[in-house]
């Protein structure tokens, strides 16, 4: 039987060719793992590293965009205005349009960014805004809003005067840092009383000295004391009508208060209380102070600075609107004692060296020119006059004040030979001629000058124009006055001579070119004060550090940039009474 062979089944196959199929396997396995190598490689150094710059390019961006929001600063308004896409605040590690990641996965207690807009009370990130400026702005300054910390944090604060103060900057603009705003007051204010002039004193009818915008009467040059020109009748309590219509030619008047420097108020207030001094209540002194209050702070210039860029003249000395009580016996209004007025700034011939918001201006004098020249003319004729007195003294006893020292100067005047008295009294006398006082001033060295029923007298400023002045002390005037070299009696009148343009009032009809007299001296002096406590206040500052209002005489001594006074040798002479009363109260009658 014969024997039949197995066939050859898959196994075997498999095993005839298990040879070249192991050598298959093997490259098929190197060539995977290459290209899983080459794709872990490609997706590593490629992908991921795109991704990080990427990422890190929009986290400078983020950065930069959330810094740049703060505030910016255009030339085509003068406030800084917040940029409008930083509406909402944003968390910290988190952008504007929220593609920023956070440096710190989880912040524990994330500070909101505050884009400084006006609305968001949200704390910023920084202590100071980054403020951005446009070409435009840079060529062209803008001063950026204040600053001020609230809380713990900072926002951004406008203040009404910020344009006014823009002007400082315009180059171009001659009034820039000089506009003068003027309120359009109710006539009762001022040209009412006008109108009913003959109740303005008890005594003088101010009627005429009224006249010729508030010079009075032209002079006659009769005796040849005065120029031809610029001469007149002045009444010494004339300066509320005579500062008012100089405010009318002044060349940098404005409708539009926001840019104004200052803000003057044109009320009358000397003619006002002049009225009423005598034999009427309180109430009717009050009266139109009180009016005036309550028209002002209801004006919205009034709310630009609370009434701190106001100013006003009153042509009368402070303590007749400085009344501490409402006591009827007590003297004058109490105009500068109102919580308004306070901070307005107050004009007065004779200011409180213990006060705080009023200042001194000059006493009108009779001259008042036109033009500069009738100035420079009167200067060279004081410097060629020859004089033969020493000294001299216009004026009238004291006997009922323990404290005057007019009667020994009168005294001493009459028993030396160098001296010359001009006695006055209440009746008709040549003290109330002006050509016999200015004749004797003007052939004396020196004028004796002793306070009055307050502490100023108009006829220092009168002596000023004749070129002399002394200050008197309890000594013999004649031998003290001996003392002085005839070189120094030059120098101490050029200086006196040089001073005339800045104590006199020029013509309210016309102005002076290239001098400035009182009215020029006293608007320029407002606006620098104003301008000074509006950059405190941008600054958060107060006008000076612990400020006390006795020691206001001191204040107006300090050098720039100090903000605190102490000890000064000149306390001696303003030591304030210890009653609280002074000599400056005392009714001033016109002399």
Not at 171 to 191: A, M, Q, T, W
Not at 319 to 345: I, Q
Request: with cysteine.
């Amino acid at each position: 039987m014969r024997r039949r062979v197995a066939a050859s089944g898959p196994t075997e196959q498999m095993d005839k060719g298990a040879g070249k199929n192991h050598q298959n396997r093997l490259c098929f396995l190197v060539t995977l793992s290459a290209f899983f190598w080459i794709l872990l490689l490609y997706f590593h150094f490629i992908v991921l590293g795109t991704n990080n710059v990427s990422e890190s390019n929009q986290l400078e961006t983020s950065i930069k965009n959330s810094e740049s929001s703060f505030v910016h600063l255009t030339n085509d308004d003068h406030l800084a205005e917040p940029r409008k896409e930083a509406t909402q605040p944003s968390t910290f590690g988190e952008s504007t349009d929220s593609q920023f990641k956070p440096v710190n996965p989880e912040p524990t207690n994330p500070e909101p960014v505050v884009h400084e807009s006006t609305q968001s009370q949200s704390k910023p990130i920084n202590p100071e805004p980054i403020v951005h400026q446009s070409p435009a702005s840079q060529s062209n300054p803008v001063i950026p809003e204040p600053i001020s910390q609230e809380s713990a944090g900072h926002e951004v604060k406008s203040f009404p005067f910020m344009k006014a103060l823009e002007t400082i900057e315009n180059k171009s603009d001659p009034c820039g840092g000089r506009y003068i705003y003027v309120h359009d007051l109710p006539s009762r204010f001022n040209e009412d009383m006008l109108k009913d002039c003959r109740s303005l004193s008890l005594w003088t009818n101010m009627c005429k000295y009224t006249a010729n915008a508030g010079l009075g009467p032209p002079l006659a040059n009769t005796e040849g004391v005065f120029s031809n020109t610029g001469w007149y009748t002045t009444n010494q309590f004339a300066v509320d009508v005579i500062f008012n219509n100089r405010m009318k030619q002044y060349e940098c008047l404005t409708n539009d208060s926001s840019i104004a420097a200052a803000i003057f108020v044109p009320f009358y207030a000397g003619f006002d209380i002049a009225r009423y001094l005598w034999g009427y209540n309180i109430s009717m002194r009050d009266a139109a102070s009180l009016d005036l209050v309550n028209w002002l702070t209801k004006r919205p210039e009034w709310g630009i600075m609370g009434g701190k860029d106001h100013f006003l003249v009153a042509g009368r000395i402070t303590w007749d609107f400085r009344r501490g009580s409402d006591v009827e016996s007590d003297w004058g209004s109490k105009l500068l004692f109102l919580p308004a007025t306070k901070n307005m700034s107050m004009l007065v011939v004779e200011s409180s060296p213990w006060g705080a918001n009023d200042f001194a201006i000059p006493y009108p004098t009779y001259f008042h020119p036109s033009k500069d020249a009738e100035v420079f003319d009167w200067q060279n004729r004081m410097r060629k006059l020859e004089r033969k007195w020493l000294f001299s003294f216009a004026g009238a006893p004291r006997p009922g004040d323990p404290l005057s020292i007019r009667g020994q100067l009168m005294e001493q005047c009459r028993n030396s030979e160098v001296g010359k008295l001009l006695e006055c009294d209440f009746g008709e006398s040549k003290c109330h001629s002006p050509s016999s006082i200015m004749q004797m001033f003007q052939t004396s060295i020196f004028c004796l000058q002793p306070q009055g029923d307050s502490y100023t007298r108009r006829s220092a400023f009168d002596s000023i124009l004749a070129e002399d002045d002394i200050r008197k002390r309890n000594v013999s005037i004649e031998e003290r006055l001996k003392q002085i070299s005839p070189e120094q009696i030059k120098e101490m009148r050029e200086t006196v001579i040089n001073l005339i343009p800045r104590v006199i009032y020029a013509d309210p009809r016309s102005k002076l070119v290239t001098l400035k007299d009182s009215f020029d001296v006293a608007v320029q002096s407002i606006i620098d004060r104003v301008t000074r406590l509006r950059r405190l206040t941008i600054e958060g500052l107060p006008e000076y550090d612990n400020f006390v209002e006795q020691n206001g005489w001191k204040y107006a001594l300090l050098d720039e940039g100090q903000r605190s006074v102490g000890p000064h040798e000149w306390d001696p002479f303003f030591s304030k009474p210890k009653n609280g009363d002074d000599r400056g109260r005392k009714k001033f009658m016109e002399e």
